[in-house]
T-cell receptor, first 115, second 115 residues
Framework: EAGVAQSPRYKIIEKRQSVAFWCNPI?????LYWYQQILGQGPKLLIQ????????DSQLPKDRFSAERLKGVDSTLKIQPAKLEDSAVYLC?????????????FGPGTRLTVL | AQKVTQAQTEISVVEKEDVTLDCVYE???????LFWYKQPPSGELVFLIR??????QNEISGRYSWNFQKSTSSFNFTITASQVVDSAVYFC????????????FGQGTRLTINP
């Protein structure tokens, strides 16, 4: 079974530029998550989708971050414009469905450096 | 509030030593799940174990064991006879209803096993 795929693996941009990350979850997984992991910290949930609908985006900085999951499969996370504090690893995860205690499967992440 | 504390930021031991990673959690829920994930240098989070709040039995899987104690709100992880391949960052996480079924991660413990 293929795991969660993410691209690119690394991205370096200058502040005020735009960037987009792509995630392909495990086939059949209805729930998709985007996390931000700042160096030395645990992952923090940014947004959660159930199929193509947003379940929780309470911690997403909506003035600069946006995400979509068209057709309930792939997802894209965008930052526009980027700030220095956005430097982090962006992890995508998926699970079969949204249920308490459900295991989440993580991708390798995209490491973003904002200069 | 839902919170996970991993007080040990970094641990370094010599191969074959036993090592315990501490995890203390806070929640008012009576139903919740606790997780341990491993994050090797490749970046993706690898699921190790899930334990629900009604099951306080300790778990052993090969060289790994977990000690869940509700009385002290702790879910500690022990590696017996550590190996160099165990070197990674380990995260403890909490999933609860009041937490809106979002994984709340601790800060992580960086474990280094020296040959």
């Amino acid at each position: 079974e293929a795991g969660v795929a993410q691209s690119p693996r690394y991205k370096i941009i200058e502040k005020r530029q735009s960037v987009a990350f792509w995630c392909n979850p495990i086939s059949g997984h209805a729930t998709l998550y985007w996390y931000q992991q700042i160096l030395g910290q645990g992952p923090k949930l940014l947004i959660q989708f159930q199929n193509n609908g947003v379940v929780d985006d309470s911690q997403l900085p909506k003035d600069r971050f946006s995400a979509e999951r068209l057709k309930g499969v792939d997802s894209t996370l965008k930052i526009q414009p980027a700030k220095l504090e956005d430097s982090a690893v962006y992890l995508c995860a998926s699970s079969l469905f949204q249920l308490l205690g459900n295991e989440q499967f993580f991708g390798p992440g995209t490491r973003l450096t904002v200069l | 509030a839902q919170k996970v504390t991993q007080a040990q930021t970094e641990i370094s031991v010599v191969e074959k030593e036993d090592v315990t990673l501490d995890c203390v959690y806070e929640t008012r829920d009576t139903t919740y799940y606790l997780f341990w994930y491993k994050q090797p240098p490749s970046g993706e989070l690898v699921f190790l174990i899930r334990r629900n709040s009604f099951d306080e039995q300790n778990e052993i899987s090969g060289r790994y064991s977990w000690n869940f104690q509700k009385s002290t709100s702790s879910f500690n992880f022990t590696i017996t006879a550590s190996q160099v391949v165990d070197s990674a960052v380990y995260f403890c996480a909490l999933d609860s209803i009041q937490g809106a079924q979002k994984l709340v991660f601790g800060q992580g413990t960086r474990l280094t096993i020296n040959p």
